[in-house]
C-alpha cells in the first residue's frame, strides 16, 4: 500500500444548519489519494451531511473545500461530479424504469456523430463494468427489475464509470450480500491502485480491517478526530464515537408498577422481498404502566419495522400475538392500533406525522376530532379548548394555534404531535427517534415530557440509534442487530460499551 | 411584514381578480351592472357550479375527476328518458311510469352511481384517479349515446322544466339550487370531522392513514357526491333546455378544474376552499358575460380564459412560494 497519498481534498470549517438542528460545526477533513478514510459515528453525528456537502447535493454555509488544492464552490452535484468527485448515496438514485446501461450513463450516454444515442456502444461499456463488478444480468434489463442488492452495484458502477478521483461511498454493503461486498472490496482495492481517494461512512466496523487506512469519527456535527486506523484500537472508536459529554440527567427514579400494558410475544415480520428473510425476528417484551422501554439498534436493526408492525401497518405480513392490558389485540391497521390505545410518533415527522398544509390546531386535534364536535358539527372553540391543555402542558411555542404547522422548529412540530396522540387517551406510546433532528434544548423539553408522561401511567416504547438518548429515557433497555434481539439491560445494567457490543453483528462483538 | 403582505394577497387573490374585472366590465359596458345581468351571470354558472363544488372536494384529496361532464349528459338523459318514455321491462311485460319527483331521484341516483364506481376503481384497484375517470368519461358518453339513440329527449313538461326556468321569491332555480348547494358544502369542508379528513387526505395521504383517518372511505365519500353533484347539474341544464342533449356537458369537466384552480385551490390537494370556487366560478362567468356584451367574439373568450387561468396560477405559485 502506499504510505500518504497525496491531499486530492480538504474540508475546512464546514458548517450547515437545517431548520431548527445545526447538522455540522466546523467540519475539516482531509482524504489522500489511493487511501479509503472510514467515516464513524452514530447516527445523526453529521457524516452523510458531511459528505452531501461534498458531493455537492447542497453548499455549506461556512467554511471551504479545496480540490488538489484549489478552492472550489458547488451548486450542483454535476459540478462535483466535473471535479472527478462521485458519490454513492445510501438511498438509490436510479431510474427504474430505464436500462442498467442507462442508467450507468445517464447524462453522459456515448453519441454517434449524428448526435443520438450510441446504444451498441452504451451497452458495450456497460457490460465491461457490469463483468468487472461481477453482477451477472444483461445490460438491457430495466433497473426496476433487479433486487435491491444488484440496484446497489448499478449505482456503484454508475458512479465507477465516469472519471473519479474522490469517490464517496455512504454504507455502500448495508443492502448487499456477503458475496457482492467481496466484489466491492476487491473494485475499492483496485481503486486504491488507481490513486481514488475514498471516503466511506460505515456502522459495520469489522469491514475497516480489510479495506479502510483512516477513521474520522463525528459526534453531534463535529469531527472528534482522526488517524491512521492502525493507530487506534476498536476500543478507541467506540469511545470516540459515544463521547464521555452524557449529561448526566437526574430522572425520575419512581418504580414502575407492576400492571403490564403492553406484552408482545414472538413479534416477527418477513422481508417483503426476500423469502425466508425477515426484518424482525420473534422479537418479545412487556412494558408496564409508567415504564419507558428503549429499544436500540443501528441501521437496518429493524427498529422502525418493529414499531410499524405493532402499529398494524403491516397487516398480515406481520406474525406474533400482542396484548394490550392483558388482552389479545388484532392489530390490522393503524386505525385498529389506535381503538387498542396505541399511538405512533413516527421518525420521518414530516412524511409520517403531520399534515403540513394545516394548522397547529388542526394538527394536533386530527387524531380526536370526535371530541370536539357539538351536534354533529366540529365547534371552533370545543376543539381549541380540547387540544390547548396538551399544547400548553408540552410548553409548544406557536404565535397561535392558526399558525401552519410547517413554520414551527422541529422540536415544537414534535411536541404538536405527541399532544395529537395525548389527546387520544393513549395506553402505551411508541415513539420512533423522538428527537431525529431537533436541537439540544428542545430534546431536552422531550426528554422531560417522557418522564412527565411515564408519571401519568402511560406505558412508553422509545427506539432510539443515539446511544445517549436510550440511556437518558429508558427503564429497560432491549438491544436489537439485524431485526433478532440480542440483548435486554435494566439502566442499572446498561453502559454505552454493552449496549453496542450487543448491537453490532455478532463477527464482531467478539474483538471489541 | 412582507410576509403578512404576501398571505393577505395569496388570501384574497380571487377576490381582488375578480372586484377589479367587475370595475374594468363596468366601465367598458353600460350594459353590465344591473340586477338583470347580475342574476343572467349567476344561472349561467349555477351547472358549472354544481360540478365544481365536487370537483374542489376531489381535488382537495389530491384527485382529479374527468368524468362529471359524461355523468352530467347521462343523469340528464335518463332522467328525461324515464319522465318522457317511462321504464319498459319487455320480459315482465311491464311499464313503469315515473313522476318528476321519481325522475329526478333517478337522475341523481345515476350520478351517484357513477361517482361510486369511480371512487371503487380508485381504491379497491389502486386506479390513478386520472385513469379511473378517463375510463368513466367513455363509460358514461357511450351509455348516453346508447339511451338516448343519439338523438335529444325533447318536450318534458314544465313541471320538470321548473328546475331550470323557474323562478322563486324573485330567484332563479337554478341559482336556488346551486346556491344551497355552496351552503350545504361549505359548512361539510368547514365544519364536520369528514371535511376535515378530505383536507388530511389531500394534504398528506401517508400521514393521515397513520393518525387512523379511514382513507378509502374518505375518498369513495369525495368520489361518489362528485357524481351526485354532476347529477344536480344534469337535472338543470336538462330542464332548463327542456331537452336532454346526447352531447350536454361536453368539456364541462375542465372548465370546472379551471374554475377550482382560479379559486385557489392547489390541484396537489389539502389547500383551497369551496368558496374559492364560488369565486373562481364567478370570475369565470364575469369574463363570459362581460366580454359578451364587449361584442367580443366567442373564439377569443376562450382564448383570454386560458390566460386568465395561467395568471391565477402563476400569482398563486408565486404568493405562496416556501422559504
Sequence with gaps: MTDTGEVVLEARGISKSFPGVKALDGVGLTLRSGRLTALLGENGAGKSTLMNVIAGVFPPDAGELLVAGRPVRFTSPRQAQDHGIAMIFQELNLVPGLTVAENIYLGREPLRRSGLIDCAALNRNAAAWLQRLDLDVPPTTPVGRLRVGQQQVVEIAKALAGEVRILVMDEPTSAITERETEVLFQRIADLKQQGVAIAYIT??????????????????????????????????????????????????????????????????????????????????????????????????????????????????????????????????????????????????????????????????????????????????????????????????????????????????????????WLATSPKVLLLDEPTRGIDIQAKNEVYALIDELTSDGLGIVAVSSELPEILAVSDRILVLCEGRPTAEFTRAEATEEKILRAALPRKLASLC | MLKTHRELLARFQSLIALALMVLAMSLLSDKFLTPENGWNILRQISVNLCLSIGMTLIILAAGIDLSVGAILALSGAVAAGLLKNGLVLSPLAVQLQFTVFGAIVAGLLVGTAAGSFNGLMITRFRLPPFVATLGMFSIARGLTMLWTGGFPITGLGSEFGFLGTGVLLGIPMPVWISGTLVGVFV?????????????????????????????????????????????????????????????????????????????????????????????????????????????????????????????????????????
Design chain 1, 203 to 420: 456502522h459495520k466496523l469489522d469491514e475497516l480491517a480489510r479495506i479502510g487506512d483512516d477513521a474520522a469519527v463525528m459526534r453531534d456535527g463535529r469531527m472528534i478526530g482522526s488517524a491512521p486506523l492502525s493507530e487506534l484500537s476498536q476500543a478507541d472508536i467506540v469511545r470516540m464515537m459515544v463521547g464521555h459529554d452524557l449529561n448526566e440527567r437526574s430522572r425520575r427514579t419512581a418504580p414502575a408498577t407492576d400492571d403490564e400494558v403492553l406484552r408482545v410475544e414472538q413479534l416477527t415480520l418477513r422481508h417483503p422481498g426476500r423469502p425466508g428473510d425477515f426484518l424482525v425476528y420473534r422479537v418479545s417484551f412487556r412494558v408496564r404502566r409508567g415504564e419507558v422501554l428503549g429499544i436500540f439498534g443501528l441501521m437496518g436493526a429493524g427498529r422502525t419495522e418493529l414499531l410499524e408492525c405493532l402499529f398494524g401497518l403491516y397487516g398480515r405480513a406481520c406474525s406474533g400475538d400482542v396484548f394490550i392490558g392483558g388482552r389479545l389485540a388484532v392489530l390490522r391497521s393503524p386505525a385498529d392500533a389506535i381503538s387498542h390505545g396505541l399511538a405512533l410518533a413516527p421518525e420521518d415527522r414530516k412524511r409520517d406525522g403531520l399534515i403540513l398544509s394545516m394548522s397547529v390546531a388542526e394538527n394536533s386535534s386530527l387524531a380526536s376530532l370526535d371530541r370536539a364536535e357539538r351536534l354533529g358539527l366540529i365547534h371552533g372553540r370545543a376543539e381549541r379548548e380540547h387540544v390547548q391543555g396538551w399544547l400548553e402542558r408540552f410548553r409548544v411555542k406557536t404565535p397561535s394555534l392558526r399558525q401552519r404547522i410547517r413554520n414551527l422548529s422541529g422540536g415544537n412540530q414534535q411536541k404538536v404531535i405527541l399532544a395529537k
Design chain 2, 187 to 323: 359548512v361539510l369542508t368547514r365544519k364536520t370531522r369528514f371535511g376535515r379528513y378530505i383536507y388530511a387526505v389531500g394534504g398528506n395521504e401517508r400521514a393521515a392513514m397513520l393518525t387512523g383517518l379511514p382513507v378509502d372511505r374518505i375518498k369513495l365519500g369525495v368520489y361518489t357526491l362528485g357524481g351526485l353533484l354532476a347529477g344536480a347539474a344534469g337535472l338543470i341544464v336538462t330542464a332548463r333546455l327542456d331537452s336532454a342533449q346526447p352531447n350536454a356537458g361536453l368539456g364541462y369537466e375542465l372548465d370546472s378544474i379551471a374554475a377550482v384552480v382560479i379559486g385557489g385551490t392547489s390541484l396537489s390537494g389539502g389547500r383551497g376552499s369551496v368558496v374559492g370556487t364560488v369565486l373562481g366560478c364567478l370570475i369565470i362567468g364575469v369574463l363570459n358575460n362581460g366580454l359578451f356584451l364587449l361584442d367580443v367574439s366567442p373564439f377569443w373568450q376562450q382564448v383570454v380564459k386560458g390566460f386568465v387561468i395561467l395568471a391565477a396560477v402563476a400569482v398563486d405559485k408565486m404568493s405562496s412560494r416556501e422559504v
